[in-house]
Nanobody, 116 residues
Framework: QVYLRESGGGLVQPGGSLRLSCAAS????????LTWHRQAPGKERELVAS???????NVADSVKGRATISRDNVRNTLYLQMDNLKPEDTAVYYC??????????WGKGTLVTVSS
């Protein structure tokens, strides 16, 4: 069974930073593409960033220059460093493993609130 557990969310002021973590188990972590998605209140879930097994990264235009995705294949952990946070970054952030064993796997999410 694949388990994904996000952590690191919280309340942060505009301009602040957070590092989100996603601890994974039940899969051969280093072989999989991993992603971060987010869902803001009243909006659809959107892709924030992805990283392949080779370490190739991609980030959404909305966070480009402010978000860095990385992975630790020893600790089986995915990270998302978010800097210069804006109120529009407020959302629940989800860790995702796409297309594994015929389906996508999701964590339960961690809430990021950007507010003064």
């Amino acid at each position: 069974q694949v388990y994904l557990r996000e952590s690191g969310g919280g309340l942060v002021q505009p301009g602040g930073s957070l590092r989100l973590s996603c601890a994974a188990s039940g899969l051969n972590f280093r072989l999989n593409t991993l992603t971060w998605h987010r869902q803001a209140p009243g909006k659809e879930r959107e892709l924030v960033a992805s990283i392949t097994s080779a370490g190739i990264t991609n980030v959404a235009d909305s966070v480009k220059g402010r978000a860095t995705i990385s992975r630790d294949n020893v600790r089986n952990t995915l990270y998302l460093q978010m800097d210069n946070l804006k109120p529009e970054d407020t959302a629940v952030y989800y860790c995702n493993v796409p297309n594994l064993r015929g389906r996508d796997f999701w964590g339960k999410g961690t809430l990021v609130t950007v507010s003064s």
